[in-house]
């Protein structure tokens, strides 16, 4: 039983890793730009066809990833400038319309580009471990290994150096940003950068084992939602545990209610959380950034 | 707070009915070019397909469309029938039921098909059933449960039944002395009934149904299932889905290292099972049709030789090798086109022809239609085949 459970809980940490590094972006954009990017999920799929394309053609796995995700940060960075930027009453409600074109159109071009069919990159190296009946997998680690490396790195970028605090002043206190000499520009194209560099590093590491496919980012996109939600759509911590706790407890409803019931665990906790508790995991109330 | 509440509020409001609306719909499909409407009995015939072309069906749906448009471009250049040329319209139904009844209903409404091929997989079937005989158009499904055909009238399929798939699985787990199945299967249509008849044919062998698991063919972690079925005490467990989710099962399976045999339905019959399953496919036993075991069937098998023009054909156009479901839908055609060249395409009388289907050499088996047997295909039409080295070899004939 106690091994089942582990298993579970590995499966569930894997899967949560993915809706951690989407969440991340999500609040990214959020907090800079006010703007809830649907089209999250699809940077994923996107990077994940761009490096199977490129290592069908020839390039070594690594180098085809390494491209992959810098030109799926690019395209990030062009959505924000071609689209975003040039939207003049930019509100909640305009930006999911429009990145909910945007992700329409994305997917239809992976679907024209590369095809109906899932499809998988080949995994990277490594060697799958089999501790006390709990079989872990290398990729999972490889994942695991992302969101760490990559999340965190994030998480300190805005926390602790100068380039990220002026990211977050922006988002608090606009004006005096403004004032005080740092671009909104520049802000919103980096945040931009980052959602699209988490993004393609999210489909990367887990196409091997949950394959790629054209429609597969929206719904991936909204668990990474559910996840930011939990983290108040402000704390990347709180989102990043909110995610991991999510993937958790797919794994196990799965498991012990019903396989059917998986995909409306992050629902229920998204309605939860409108109901109860708007400002999700994080702990402290939060001081007003209006 | 108060303020903050209320920003974080409006966009989860937005964002959940937007989650609720969106999940449920896709784009708009890509084939179906609008046709002149007006087939009287010396105009054009039009045959209308419906397929998973995208969704999860996928890796069925284009391997099927693939064949069906290479087999009308084959029927044109050679004439069309009687003189009469063949017009092929090919539908996505999006791997969903009611799409499939739109398309079914576009297609005999508004394009006056003679006869409609589909869906690819049972649920969509189920669904285009009603549309069909009410219309009184025959519709052959390329689909596999038995339900798709059960007392109709004008509904035939190519596909082999599942019944005679799990009777063979489960001969093959009484020569090895299994008395304990685990069951992961399909949610959809496919997986309909097949615990049930299990269960039934099971008791006659001595062989019990010890769990059942279900997984959404769309799937893609299936840890939480097969730690369950590794739980439970059974000598060998089928998994019954189709590509990629039953191959990801089977990858789920053999990771969790229980080291128990794996029995898989014929909805993996393609290569795309060993790109989702990997290295995790040795070993696995299906029963299917004998196509991809061509080239290790005797000589004298009387399929042998039209499965090989087939396999030619397909990878002279399309540069990779057919899947079994691109056999099932060159059986529908060919089935479809026969009866067209005996009795025309007056809706009864084709009817009658299709049912009247005798020793027809497909690809899938040897086809004899009766008025009580809709699938023309007995156990004979299946081999076992376990998977080796990436692909599926003949393992008991």
């Given at each position: 039983?106690?091994?089942?459970?582990?298993?579970?809980?590995v499966?569930?940490?894997?899967?949560?890793?993915v809706?951690?590094?989407?969440?991340?972006?999500l609040?990214?954009?959020?907090?800079?730009?006010n703007?809830?990017?649907?089209?999250?999920?699809?940077?994923a799929t996107?990077?994940?066809?761009?490096?199977?394309?490129?290592v069908?053609a020839?390039?070594?796995?690594?180098?085809a990833?390494?491209?992959?995700?810098?030109s799926?940060?690019?395209?990030?960075?062009?959505?924000?400038?071609v689209?975003?930027?040039?939207?003049?009453n930019?509100?909640?409600?305009v930006?999911?319309?429009?990145?909910?074109?945007v992700?329409?159109?994305?997917?239809a071009?992976m679907?024209?580009?590369?095809?109906?069919?899932?499809?998988?990159?080949?995994?990277?190296p490594?060697?799958?471990l089999?501790?006390?009946?709990?079989?872990i997998?290398?990729?999972e680690?490889?994942m695991?290994?992302?969101?760490v490396?990559?999340?965190g790195?994030?998480?300190?970028?805005?926390?602790?150096?100068k380039?990220g605090?002026?990211?977050?002043?922006?988002?608090?206190?606009?004006?005096a940003?403004r004032?005080?000499?740092?671009?909104?520009v520049?802000?919103?194209?980096?945040a931009?950068?980052?959602?699209g560099?988490?993004g393609?590093?999210?489909?990367?590491?887990?196409?091997?084992?949950?394959?790629?496919?054209?429609s597969g980012g929206l719904?991936?996109?909204l668990k990474?939602?559910v996840?930011?939600?939990?983290?108040?759509?402000?704390?990347?911590?709180?989102?990043?545990v909110?995610?991991?706790?999510?993937?958790?407890l797919?794994?196990?409803v799965s498991a012990?209610v019903?396989?059917?019931?998986?995909d409306?665990?992050a629902?229920?906790?998204?309605?939860?959380?409108?109901?109860f508790?708007t400002?999700?995991?994080?702990l402290?109330?939060r001081?007003?950034?209006? | 707070?108060?303020?903050?509440?209320?920003r974080i509020?409006?966009p989860?409001?937005?964002?959940?009915?937007l989650?609720?609306?969106?999940?449920?719909c896709?784009?708009s499909n890509l084939?179906?070019k609008?046709?002149?409407?007006?087939?009287?009995n010396?105009g054009?015939?039009?045959?209308?397909?419906v397929?998973?072309?995208?969704?999860?069906?996928?890796?069925?749906?284009?391997p099927?469309q693939?064949t069906?448009?290479?087999l009308?471009?084959q029927?044109k250049?050679?004439?069309?029938?009687?003189?009469?040329q063949?017009?092929?319209?090919i539908e996505?139904?999006?791997?969903?039921?009611?799409?499939?009844?739109?398309?079914?209903?576009?297609l005999i409404q508004?394009?006056?098909?003679?006869l409609?091929?589909?869906?690819?997989?049972?649920?969509p079937?189920?669904a285009m059933r009603?549309i069909?005989?009410?219309?009184?158009?025959?519709?052959?499904?390329?689909a596999?449960?038995?339900?798709?055909?059960?007392?109709?009238?004008?509904v035939?399929?190519?596909?082999?039944?599942?019944?005679?798939?799990?009777q063979r699985i489960l001969?093959?787990?009484?020569?090895k002395?299994?008395t304990?199945?685990?069951?992961?299967?399909?949610?959809?249509?496919f997986?309909?009934?097949?615990?049930?008849?299990i269960?039934?044919?099971?008791?006659?062998?001595?062989?019990?149904l010890?769990?059942?698991e279900?997984f959404?063919?769309?799937?893609?972690?299936f840890?939480?299932?097969m730690?369950?079925?590794?739980g439970?005490?059974?000598?060998a467990?089928?998994?019954?889905?189709?590509?990629?989710?039953?191959?990801l099962?089977?990858k789920a399976y053999?990771q969790?290292?229980?080291?128990?045999?794996?029995?898989q339905?014929?909805?993996?019959a393609?290569a795309?099972?060993?790109?989702?399953?990997?290295?995790?496919?040795?070993?696995?036993?299906?029963?299917?049709?004998?196509?991809l075991?061509?080239?290790?069937?005797p000589k004298?098998?009387?399929?042998?030789?039209v499965?090989?023009k087939f396999?030619?054909?397909?990878s002279?156009?399309?540069?990779?090798?057919?899947s079994?479901?691109?056999?099932?839908?060159y059986?529908?055609?060919h089935?479809?086109?026969?009866a067209?060249?005996?009795?025309?395409?007056?809706?009864?009388?084709?009817?009658?022809?299709?049912e009247?289907?005798?020793d027809?050499v497909?690809?899938?088996?040897?086809f004899?239609?009766?008025?009580?047997?809709h699938?023309g295909?007995?156990?004979?039409?299946?081999?076992?085949?376990?998977?080796?080295?990436g692909?599926?070899?003949?393992y008991?004939?």
């Amino acid at each position: 039983m106690l091994t089942d459970f582990l298993q579970l809980t590995v499966a569930g940490l894997s899967q949560g890793t993915v809706y951690a590094l989407l969440a991340v972006g999500l609040i990214a954009v959020y907090t800079v730009r006010n703007v809830i990017n649907i089209a999250q999920g699809d940077y994923a799929t996107l990077a994940g066809f761009g490096a199977i394309w490129l290592v069908t053609a020839g390039m070594p796995l690594l180098l085809a990833i390494l491209v992959a995700i810098l030109s799926v940060t690019l395209v990030s960075i062009l959505v924000e400038r071609v689209i975003i930027a040039r939207v003049k009453n930019m509100t909640v409600l305009v930006s999911l319309i429009v990145t909910l074109g945007v992700s329409i159109l994305l997917e239809a071009a992976m679907l024209i580009l590369w095809g109906p069919e899932a499809r998988s990159l080949p995994k990277l190296p490594g060697e799958d471990l089999f501790i006390g009946g709990v079989s872990i997998r290398s990729q999972e680690l490889w994942m695991l290994g992302a969101l760490v490396v990559v999340g965190g790195g994030i998480v300190f970028f805005y926390e602790k150096t100068k380039w990220g605090k002026a990211l977050r002043a922006c988002a608090e206190q606009p004006v005096a940003a403004r004032i005080v000499g740092i671009s909104p520009v520049m802000a919103s194209v980096v945040a931009f950068g980052i959602a699209g560099l988490v993004g393609a590093v999210a489909g990367v590491v887990y196409s091997p084992i949950y394959l790629t496919i054209w429609s597969g980012g929206l719904l991936l996109g909204l668990k990474g939602f559910v996840a930011a939600v939990l983290g108040g759509l402000t704390s990347f911590r709180a989102a990043i545990v909110g995610a991991l706790l999510l993937g958790m407890l797919e794994s196990y409803v799965s498991a012990y209610v019903a396989s059917g019931l998986r995909d409306a665990v992050a629902f229920f906790i998204l309605i939860a959380v409108l109901i109860f508790r708007t400002q999700g995991l994080v702990l402290t109330p939060r001081q007003g950034r209006a | 707070m108060k303020q903050s509440r209320k920003r974080i509020l409006a966009p989860l409001v937005l964002v959940a009915s937007l989650a609720m609306v969106l999940t449920g719909c896709g784009t708009s499909n890509l084939g179906g070019k609008k046709a002149d409407s007006g087939a009287g009995n010396d105009g054009p015939i039009k045959i209308g397909a419906v397929l998973d072309i995208t969704g999860v069906g996928a890796s069925l749906g284009v391997p099927e469309q693939n064949t069906l448009n290479m087999l009308a471009k084959q029927l044109k250049d050679s004439g069309g029938i009687d003189g009469r040329q063949v017009q092929l319209i090919i539908e996505d139904d999006q791997s969903t039921e009611d799409g499939a009844a739109k398309a079914t209903t576009k297609l005999i409404q508004g394009d006056n098909v003679d006869l409609v091929i589909g869906a690819s997989r049972t649920g969509p079937s189920v669904a285009m059933r009603p549309i069909a005989e009410a219309a009184k158009i025959p519709m052959i499904s390329i689909a596999a449960n038995a339900v798709i055909v059960e007392g109709s009238k004008w509904v035939f399929k190519t596909a082999q039944n599942d019944l005679v798939v799990i009777q063979r699985i489960l001969d093959d787990a009484k020569t090895k002395g299994y008395t304990k199945l685990a069951l992961i299967r399909d949610a959809t249509g496919f997986g309909e009934g097949v615990a049930d008849t299990i269960t039934k044919l099971g008791a006659e062998r001595g062989i019990s149904l010890v769990m059942t698991e279900a997984f959404e063919p769309s799937a893609t972690d299936f840890t939480p299932q097969m730690t369950n079925v590794r739980g439970s005490n059974a000598d060998a467990v089928v998994i019954w889905g189709i590509t990629p989710s039953a191959g990801l099962a089977q990858k789920a399976y053999v990771q969790l290292g229980v080291n128990k045999p794996v029995y898989q339905s014929h909805g993996v019959a393609n290569a795309a099972f060993f790109d989702a399953a990997g290295e995790a496919a040795t070993g696995a036993i299906a029963p299917m049709g004998r196509l991809l075991v061509v080239d290790q069937l005797p000589k004298d098998n009387p399929q042998r030789d039209v499965i090989e023009k087939f396999k030619a054909d397909y990878s002279g156009a399309f540069g990779d090798q057919p899947s079994s479901f691109a056999g099932h839908a060159y059986d529908a055609w060919h089935i479809a086109v026969a009866a067209m060249k005996k009795a025309g395409t007056e809706p009864a009388a084709l009817r009658d022809a299709i049912e009247q289907t005798k020793d027809y050499v497909g690809i899938s088996g040897i086809f004899t239609m009766t008025a009580d047997n809709h699938s023309g295909l007995d156990s004979s039409a299946l081999i076992l085949a376990d998977a080796k080295d990436g692909r599926w070899n003949l393992y008991k004939d």
